[in-house]
């Protein structure tokens, strides 16, 4: 099984800032692969992300995911107060897929 | 626009098996594209995949899982399912739903909104 680890586990920031969030993997991965999602409360996820680097319908460009191998990262460029939420990425290469265990991105 | 809808009981006793539906609307569950899929959250926790159905029969398991879990697909009703047996409080979560798309590189882009199975006596 691939375990994804991801950090910070929370993320405190202000309106306007960078963040910028780490997911990393146990083994090598292909970036076709890699995917992140957006989770405010009582809501079901949101595809951000696919591939890597790839933006789902829809989301905006200050969204945006790079990486390879066993790193990846989800930076948004300039924070915006309905991106404060939790961040999951999960890979899906292998018959099995697994999620990382989230980071809180929180209003500092 | 494709919609996913979860539906089945909210609370389950210990020892049955919990049974949920998937209604696609606006696509079809026929399609090749697509596979179907199973996620559950317990309370304040992360995401879990239980499995995954792709149209053509291959099915994937969580092997936490797997001795407990079946996924199928009811093309004629357009909708998938899923049956775990043998529930344990463990199992309490929200259900989730999706889809995985082939233009998205089967990325998980169509979400249920998701429901609440409580496993309680």
């Known amino acids: 099984e691939i375990v994804l680890t991801q950090s910070p586990g929370t993320l405190s920031l202000s309106p306007g800032e960078r963040a910028t969030l780490s997911c990393r993997a146990s083994q090598s991965i292909s970036s076709d692969f890699v995917s992140w999602y957006q989770q405010k409360p009582g809501r079901a996820p949101r595809l951000l992300i696919y591939a890597a680097s790839s933006r789902a319908t829809g989301i905006p460009d200050r969204f945006s995911g790079s990486g390879s191998e066993t790193d990846f990262t989800l930076t948004i460029s300039r924070l915006e107060p309905e991106d404060f939420a939790v961040y999951y990425c999960?890979?899906?290469?292998?018959?099995?897929?697994?999620f990382g265990q989230g980071t809180r991105l929180e209003i500092k | 626009q494709v919609q996913l809808q979860e539906s089945g009981p909210g609370l389950v006793k210990p020892s049955q098996t919990l049974s949920l539906t998937c209604t696609v609307s606006g696509g079809s569950t026929r399609s090749g594209s697509y596979y179907w899929t199973w996620i559950r959250q317990p309370a304040g926790k992360g995401l879990e995949w239980i499995g995954r159905m792709y149209t053509s029969g291959t099915i994937n398991y969580n092997p936490s899982l797997e001795s407990r879990v079946t996924i199928s697909v009811d093309t004629s009703k357009n909708q998938f399912s899923l049956n775990v047996t043998s529930v344990t409080a463990a199992d309490t979560a929200v259900y989730y739903c999706?889809?995985?798309?082939?233009?998205?590189?089967?990325?998980?882009?169509?979400w249920g909104q998701g429901t609440t199975v409580t496993v309680s006596s």
């Open positions: 999706a889809r995985g798309a082939r233009n998205s590189l089967y990325a998980m882009d169509v």
């Open positions: 999960q890979q899906y290469g292998s018959s099995q897929i697994t």
